[in-house]
């Protein structure tokens, strides 16, 4: 079971842009499904995007055509980014696979 670590987020204006990542303790290459989380406050969390082994990504409406997952396999580590970012993005990004969860990073998008 790997370890996640999720890093870069942060406070950015509505219409920025801000890129997470997520290291992992070991070897990534053979977990067939990443994914990214986010919770708001008062809301239940809810799947951002997913990236197979093999690449193929899936994303929530709510951020398609704005988000990219991508991995890098000789890093072990998932990325997201996010672009034309909007106030409702606003919430803790978590980082998961299979049973393990990173401890998540602050996202507020605020003017």
């Known amino acids: 079971q790997v370890q996640l670590v999720e890093s870069g987020g942060g406070l950015v204006q509505p219409g920025g842009s801000l890129r997470l990542s997520c290291a992992a303790s070991?070897?990534?290459?053979?977990?067939?499904?990443m994914h990214w989380y986010r919770q708001a406050p008062g809301k239940q969390r809810e799947l951002v995007a997913t990236i197979t082994s093999v690449g193929s990504t899936m994303y929530a409406d709510s951020v398609k055509g704005r988000f990219t997952i991508s991995r890098d396999n000789a890093k072990n580590t998932v990325y997201l980014q996010m672009n034309s970012l909007k106030p409702e993005d606003t919430a803790v990004y978590y980082c998961?696979?299979?049973?393990?969860w990173g401890q998540g990073t602050q996202v507020t998008v605020s003017s």
């Open positions: 998961n696979a299979a049973s393990s």
């Open positions: 070991g070897s990534i290459s053979r977990i067939n499904y």
